[in-house]
């Protein structure tokens, strides 16, 4: 099992260049430490979040690492132009020298996304996946034509090409027509910090029954803080875990309440999915044995490929502790 670190580039101290300044510390860190992936987050509209231009970031991190390999997770499709999406990726992958990896995913559950970008909910994932299938072709044939329900193009050659035949890809979703589009062309699948343990199992169960080859290749993110105690940790923890439930709690309810219900994101049916205790109970949070156990549980149970941790200490020496400790006690103990 890789291990990885999940960057969200959190925006703590109300300062974009401080917050910029930390994750990439963080990358750094984690690649010193011997980390094998890096997965940057895309969020629109959000101070919290200062992520964006997702693809730029990375840009960056490729400049400022040397090993670790460096992904996506995920590239929100249906927001964007996927014939340019293909070019960029194509170049990152030259730029950071193989080292990408194509987290995809369709986006929420963020009403101003989809609001901003004109992009319905009911849409989101029929794009993403159209879009996926589009970029896909860019990337490894010439003299492409596609004519699909949002996308068409007329004989492109995409120049350059990537560097990796094929980059990893991966799609960040529980939806059963992400899951049949990933079975079909073999991609991976990521699993959200709050998506529980059985709803884990049972995507990949879906999975399996349309392709047995062995791809249902696994990223987990999961919250991470590992202290001394499970006391300090969940002492440390709760500030960040708190924010995210009412956070979250608050997109649900516009949701709910906006005539949309039936398209709210597969996560929102885990009727208790941001609710504190289940948050805690589900996240990497604890001393070093409490960590290892659960590494050891979600391993055993999902055959994980990757898991990226998500420090959520709101202090950076504190989260560049978590993850010394982390490589150096957990990771080794629960091998």
């Not at 984690?30 to 970031?57: K, N, Q, R, Y």
């Not at 996927?82 to 080292?99: K, M, N, V, Y």
């Not at 987990?220 to 009412?246: G, H, M, N, Y």
Request: glycine share 6%; charged share 20%.
């Amino acid at each position: 099992m890789k291990t990885g670190i999940f960057c969200t580039y959190e925006n703590y101290h109300q300062s974009v260049k401080q917050a910029i300044a930390d994750q990439v510390a963080l990358v750094q860190k984690a690649e010193e430490l011997g980390f094998e992936e890096a997965w940057v987050t895309e969020h629109h509209f959000d101070e919290f979040h200062v992520s964006p231009s997702i693809l730029m970031l990375l840009a960056h991190l490729a400049g400022v690492t040397d090993r670790i390999r460096l992904g996506s997770a995920a590239v929100l499709l249906a927001f964007h132009n996927p014939i340019q999406i293909a070019e960029e990726i194509a170049t990152l992958d030259h730029l950071s020298q193989g080292r990408f990896a194509f987290g995809v995913a369709r986006g929420g559950p963020f009403p101003d996304q989809n609001k901003h970008f004109a992009t319905s909910m009911g849409d989101a994932r029929a794009k993403t996946l159209e879009a996926m299938e589009l970029v896909w072709k860019l990337l490894y044939e010439s003299e492409v034509s596609f004519q699909g329900q949002f996308y068409h193009c007329d004989r492109v050659t995409l120049s350059p090409k990537p560097v990796q035949n094929p980059i990893p890809a991966w799609i960040a979703s529980g939806d059963d027509d992400a899951i049949a589009f990933a079975a079909e062309h073999s991609f991976g699948l990521m699993g959200g910090a709050p998506f529980s343990l059985q709803k884990l199992k049972t995507t990949l169960a879906k999975y399996r029954q349309l392709n047995s080859s062995g791809s249902e290749k696994l990223i987990l993110v999961r919250f991470f803080l590992v202290a001394e105690t499970d006391a300090e940790a969940v002492s440390e923890a709760l500030p960040f875990i708190d924010k995210f439930s009412r956070r979250m709690q608050e997109f649900a309810h516009r949701i709910q309440h906006s005539g949309n219900a039936q398209n709210f994101t597969q996560l929102s049916q885990q009727s208790n999915a941001f609710d504190p205790d289940f948050l805690l109970a589900n996240s990497i949070i604890g001393s070093v044995r409490t960590c290892r156990d659960k590494v050891k549980r979600f391993q055993d149970e999902l055959n994980v490929e990757t898991i990226a941790l998500q420090p959520i200490a709101l202090d950076l020496a504190k989260n560049q502790e978590s993850l010394t400790r982390y490589w150096q006690e957990v990771r080794s103990s629960a091998m």
